[in-house]
């Protein structure tokens, strides 16, 4: 048998110095355990030989990357890469190497070369999906330098293959190229020709894909970049089509169906996606059903129990609140005592307005988790129970600030607000003046809070002309907000501005007809009654008891009528 050097050309003789080189390389790294000079030298050494192997690459590319090290990559590999532009997994590595290391135009110049040399558009050497690989790379490359016209340009050659032209993955690297192209256009006379020509162009492409879209060669993995595409620009029908008429081609295909029920999810198309995690959930006692949840929701903790969880989300959302319960009961079969699935069962109640229920479910995971006991005041403050949901609160607030979850989320604007409005039903000043001061410390310019606090301190006849500053404040951002325009009439009222305070509260009543608010009509009817208007006053208050308030006090409101209606019945005897 002849010596190997003449028994094999020079590309195979380089070819198994390579294998020989990696096996030497591969052998060093099981047995020490880490990557020593001798093992990166010798997969560099495979790599300068065969440098469309792809394993010494990955390795290579962990290497550097687990230290973070993508300048000493790209000073190793980029001589080969521009010796070898056909290479395309070694030039696309070291591209991307350059991104990160903030060199995106070497990068792309790289890869330039790369697809000239693989002649992107003509009859290529190179395989398709190759070529397709370092044209998705290089349009990523043209969006993010808002290269429009260029990454257009380079479309239109990559498509004019014929072979491309039928691909779904080289149409689907142009659909998500033209997409970000599409809501662009330079400024001046003809940027909305171009946006409209751009989208022509997308739309063209889309057409074309959605026939593509079942050919053999397309995963159900291969379809969510184009389903992304479709949500960008809020095509829930199209999405919809694609994957059904694969689910109808393919009855059990699993991945497809989970699919489908994320896609409903993203297009807010609740009771749809409900039926669609339902249909999921059946199928998924197989272990490889976690596989495809944690790919297509790329949540690599998921477990099964959220197939049922997000059954029970997306029933919630619909308004299924029964069916909604029972989604989340069989989470807690399949994981007993989630707080999650509890926390939800305890949210459908109180949206389905049984607020005891709901009461009873927050209280099992209450210790430890806030936003149960946030939620449980909630629902005793709808009740009446105003002591005991200002005590959740308290609570409530104490396991925010703790963080006891050890990811629960600092006290929101709205918390702080609804603690001030049970604060004040509770009778706890002190602690809602504390809250309100607090909050508006945080949003110093949200008119909401300027007029919260501003209304009380007025309600509490204190601090009246920081509460009419702050009022005024909130009236800058919304001048017609009736809730506003009734606050600093009742600021106005408490200093004897009664003629200014007429003003405001005569403007907030047209605003908020035909159906005013008690409480404003009330107020209406004080600041009439104490600038001589005793008649309509009475009107008025009267109005305010035919409509319903939880805040009005309706005793107080009587008491006003009978003290006066004696007086205006003797005016009226003497005209």
């Avoid at 048998?1 to 020079?10: A, D, G, H, R, Y």
């Avoid at 059946?282 to 790919?295: H, I, K, Q, T």
């Avoid at 918390?415 to 110093?444: M, S």
Wanted: glycine residues 4%; contains cysteine.
């Amino acid at each position: 048998m002849p010596p190997l050097e003449k028994s094999l050309s020079k590309k195979g003789r380089d070819k198994a110095k390579a294998l020989a080189n990696y096996a030497v390389a591969y052998v060093k790294l099981r047995t020490d355990g880490e990557f020593s000079e001798v093992v990166v030298n010798r997969l560099l050494e495979t790599v300068r030989r065969d440098p469309f192997s792809r394993t010494p690459l990955k390795l290579l590319f962990a290497k550097w990357k687990l230290n973070n090290e993508p300048e000493k990559l790209i000073e190793a590999l980029l001589p080969i890469a521009k010796a070898n532009p056909t290479a395309i997994d070694l030039n696309a590595l070291v591209a991307n190497s350059m991104r990160l290391d903030k060199r995106s135009d070497e990068a792309l110049e790289l890869l330039e070369a790369s697809a000239k040399a693989a002649k992107l558009g003509d009859d290529s050497p190179v395989p398709l999906l190759r070529r397709v690989e370092l044209a998705r790379a290089i349009l990523g490359l043209y969006a993010n330098k808002k290269r429009w016209s260029d990454g257009e340009d380079f479309c239109d050659d990559l498509l004019d293959d014929d072979d491309a032209a039928n691909s779904y993955f080289a149409r689907l690297a142009a659909a998500e190229f033209l997409a970000k192209c599409a809501d662009q256009g330079p400024d001046g006379f003809f940027s909305g020709w171009s946006k409209r020509r751009r989208r022509s162009s997308l739309e063209k492409n889309l057409k074309a894909l959605d026939k593509l879209a079942d050919k053999e060669d397309v995963r159900a993995g291969d379809l969510p970049p184009l389903i992304g595409v479709y949500k960008r620009y809020s095509m829930p029908e199209r999405a919809e089509k694609i994957l059904l008429s694969r689910l109808l081609a393919h009855p059990h295909g699993f991945r497809t169906l989970v699919l489908l029920a994320k896609t409903y999810d993203d297009f807010n198309m609740h009771p749809q996606a409900s039926r669609a995690w339902r249909m999921a959930s059946a199928g998924s006692d197989d272990p490889r059903a976690v596989l495809v949840l944690r790919e297509v929701l790329k949540e690599p903790d998921a477990e099964q129990w959220m197939f049922r969880y997000k059954e029970g989300l997306a029933a919630l959302e619909a308004g299924w609140f029964e069916r909604a319960v029972e989604a989340f009961n069989w989470c807690l079969a399949d994981s007993p005592g989630n707080v999650a699935a509890i926390l939800q069962i305890g949210y459908a109640y109180m949206r389905e307005g049984k607020n005891v229920k709901a009461i009873k479910s927050f209280e099992r995971i209450e210790k430890g988790v806030p936003s149960a006991s946030y939620l449980k005041a909630v629902c005793l403050d709808r009740i009446g129970k105003y002591s005991e949901a200002f005590d959740a609160m308290g609570r409530a607030e104490s396991g925010f600030l703790k963080n006891t979850q050890g990811a629960a989320p600092p006290p929101s604007k709205e918390f702080w607000l609804e603690y001030a409005v049970i604060a004040d039903r509770a009778k706890q000043r002190v602690k809602e003046e504390e809250v309100l001061e607090k909050v508006l410390e945080k949003y110093p310019d949200d008119p909401d809070v300027n007029n919260f606090l501003g209304y009380v301190w007025a309600d509490w006849n204190k601090n009246l002309e920081k509460a009419e500053k702050l009022i005024a404040k909130a009236l800058e951002k919304e001048p017609d907000n009736a809730a506003y325009l009734d606050s600093m009439a009742w600021a106005l009222y408490r200093q004897g501005k009664f003629n200014d305070a007429l003003e405001y509260i005569e403007k907030a009543i047209v605003i908020d007809s035909p159906l005013p608010d008690a409480v404003l009509l009330d107020h209406a009817g004080d600041i009439n009654a104490a600038a001589g208007n005793k008649k309509k006053a009475v009107e008025l208050w009267k109005k305010a008891l035919t409509t319903y308030n939880e805040d009005l006090d309706r005793g107080a409101t009587r008491k006003k009528i009978a003290e006066i209606e004696p007086e205006t019945a003797e005016c009226a005897r003497e005209k």
